[in-house]
């Protein structure tokens, strides 16, 4: 009798560190989301800040895994930038940024008006279908700079289980 007690008091006791280790993991998780996020929002090129304030991380705790990303649209091609013809409009043949998506970006960042605006843009657009555009990494070197930090804030929040 007191082995098949001591096996019931081993199985519990296992549950309850399988149980601990698992919310250490998740803790990490969103350790390393916090991290990696706060490096990617410095390093991400800014104009109105759009970008940077679009960059979030989510931590799927069923699956144990975190995700750092951005949901502003030209987030991928700031990120990998883009080469010639290629865009979101690439499938229609004109591979240009669509009509009056940087009309907001052209009027800030020269001064002008809408109607001076829209002209600059369009030479904008133009540019960008026939040259690309030059990638400006901001995840992946926040990725990579975030690696030590990481690490360790999995040995700490698993250090804390076993005390």
């Not at 990120?79 to 940087?102: K, V």
């Not at 907001?104 to 690309?132: A, N, Y």
């Amino acid at each position: 009798m007191s082995v098949t007690s001591n096996i019931d008091q081993v199985q519990q006791q296992l549950a309850t560190i399988r149980v601990a280790v698992r919310e250490a993991i998740v803790r990490s998780l969103h350790e390393s989301g916090l991290i990696v996020r706060a490096r990617a929002v410095v390093k991400a090129p800014v104009s109105a800040g759009q970008l940077r304030a679009s960059i979030t991380h989510e931590v799927d705790a069923a699956a144990l895994t975190v995700t750092v990303g951005s949901t502003a649209m030209h987030a991928v091609y700031q990120e990998t930038g883009t080469r010639p013809g290629y865009g979101p409009n690439a499938g229609s043949g004109r591979g240009m940024p669509p009509e009056g998506s940087l009309l907001r970006w052209v009027m800030r960042t020269f001064g002008v008006g809408q109607k001076e605006g829209e002209g600059i843009e369009f030479l904008v657009r133009r540019k960008i279908q026939r040259e690309g555009t030059k990638p400006q990494p901001f995840l992946g070197p926040a990725w990579e700079e975030s690696r030590g930090d990481i690490a360790a804030a999995f040995e700490r929040n698993l250090a804390s289980v076993t005390k």
